[in-house]
């Protein structure tokens, strides 16, 4: 079966997906690109197919039914084809994301629970389990920030605050040398700021748990809790042989396998802006984002949101395409339950 052409605007979207029977069929092509094959038996060639029931066919040779939502981030759901359809469209293609409460209305959902169900599957699959490290011919920046707020109640102050690690590649822009020429012209004698000549690349984000702070790691020098976080970070995300940018923390040091730039900031904002533009910009995009459009994430669900904006971020260029790409990735995962979401039993993948 024939995938057929990724939608590029709303109203193409309603003419290519007008009902459950169009999505199943996508789906269908999706899971099988080269033809379906029953899972029972091995058979290969066209199944049967029902109109009153889209999500499943039957092989022809073994009389076998199978769910195309079997498998896949729609498992189990008695929600339609094309509500997960539009879901996912809603999700992909919004630049600033979408809230369960924005999700919901949208949809036309009668519950909260289920458009917050919906989105976290749909972030279920949005990690690519055989996803590639980054880094390689570019540098990569590396930094941690803390994200949460004010807590009601709890007086002045920040309370619950949890620590993400982010790793980020820095690319040239093409036009480089003509940023740099323009720079010059304009602000004569200064020398031209690193984001205007580079950009950012891929991004990995991870939320860490018990990381020793500074005043910990000083008070005992032996405790290499903050070094088997942050360099397994690095490890699990960065390409060794890279050349990898980092702070002077303590954390950092003994970083073996890179090609490791650290420097001591001390605070200042003028040797972060040069050393670490782009992660700080990224942090800085990402707190706006969980502040903006979710107003606030609950600890237990951060990773699930961090993997959300890794998998916008990393797609921003194409964001039509993001649509097809976590379709394509869902086929593949197995979701979680609305008991394992709500009790933080679930463990969303980082």
Known sequence: MTRPAFPTSLPEFQRIFPDSGACGRYLEAVRWPDGFTCPKCNARGEPYRFAARPGVIR?????????LMAGTVMQSSHTPLSTWFWGAYLMTTQTPGISSVQFQRQLGLSRNETAFQILHKLRAGMVRPERDTIGGEFPVEVDECYVGGKTRGEGRGVHHQATVVGA???????????????????????????????????????????????????????????????????????????????????????????????????????????????????????????????????????????????????????????????????????????????????????
């Open 168 to 350: 980020v590649e820095v690319r040239p822009r093409k036009d480089a040398e003509e940023r740099a020429e323009k720079w010059a012209r304009t602000h004569k004698g200064k020398p031209v700021p690193r984001k205007q000549l580079v950009y950012a690349g891929r991004l990995r984000l991870r939320l860490v748990s018990d990381l020793p702070s500074v005043a910990e790691m000083l008070a005992d020098p032996s405790n290499g809790r903050a070094a088997e976080i942050l360099q397994g970070f690095v490890r699990d995300s960065v390409t060794p042989g890279s050349t990898v940018r980092t702070d002077g923390w303590i954390g950092y040091k003994g970083l073996a396998g890179y090609t490791h730039d650290a420097r001591v900031l001390g605070g200042d904002p003028d040797k972060a802006e040069a050393h670490l533009p782009m992660i700080h910009l990224v942090f800085s995009n990402l707190k706006t984002w969980l502040d903006g459009t979710h107003h606030g994430v609950d600890p237990k669900h951060l990773q699930a949101y961090l993997n959300e904006f890794v998998f916008r971020f990393n797609r921003r260029f194409y964001p039509m395409t993001s649509f097809h790409s976590l379709l394509g990735i869902a086929a593949r995962t197995v979701p979680p339950t609305y008991e394992q979401l709500y009790s933080g039993e679930w463990a969303h993948a980082a």
């Open 59 to 67: 092989c022809r040779a073994c009389q076998t039914n199978v769910s």
